[in-house]
């Protein structure tokens, strides 16, 4: 079966049984695979159309990729890190070994997240003060040379 034809019977599926057995069912689903579910999936379960949204969209984005689901969420688990989620990377870190992500892996992740997260700061940062610095007439003033 094609991604679109996997998607169209997802579609039919939650039309047949309706929106709250469907996030009922996936919360449960979610539960079993992982142990808990996220607090913002339980808070969007309490509007099951847009928990059933959410995943719709989660699930379509990583059930197509091209990567292995232990890299994606590894790289799920980066961007938790580098946006310093302490929930997100803490639940990207349990799906990536449950994925069979490796305790090296996991820190190398750590590692780079953190080298981008930092170069990220850095760039702005650096952006903002060439801007500044070229237009700084108060800088020019002081005798300060951009």
């Known amino acids: 079966m094609s991604d679109l034809a996997d998607f169209e019977l997802t579609l039919k599926r939650i039309i047949e049984i309706g929106g709250e057995e469907t996030a009922t069912k996936w919360m449960e689903n979610i539960e079993t695979e992982y142990g808990r579910a ?57 799906a990536a070994v449950k994925k069979g992500a490796t305790r090296e892996e996991i820190l190398e992740v ?16 650096y952006r903002i003060f060439d801007e500044k610095m070229a237009k700084c007439i108060p800088c020019e003033n002081a005798g300060v040379t951009p």
């Open 38 to 94: 996220p607090l913002i999936f339980k808070r969007m379960a309490e509007r099951p159309e847009v928990l059933i949204s959410h995943l719709l969209y989660k699930s379509t984005v990583t059930g197509t990729s091209a990567m292995e689901p232990k890299y994606v969420e590894l790289i799920s688990m980066a961007v938790g890190a580098a946006l310093k989620c302490q929930h997100c990377t803490s639940y990207h870190l349990q």
């Open 110 to 125: 750590i590692l780079i997240a953190g080298l981008i997260s930092n170069s990220s700061v850095l760039a702005n940062a």
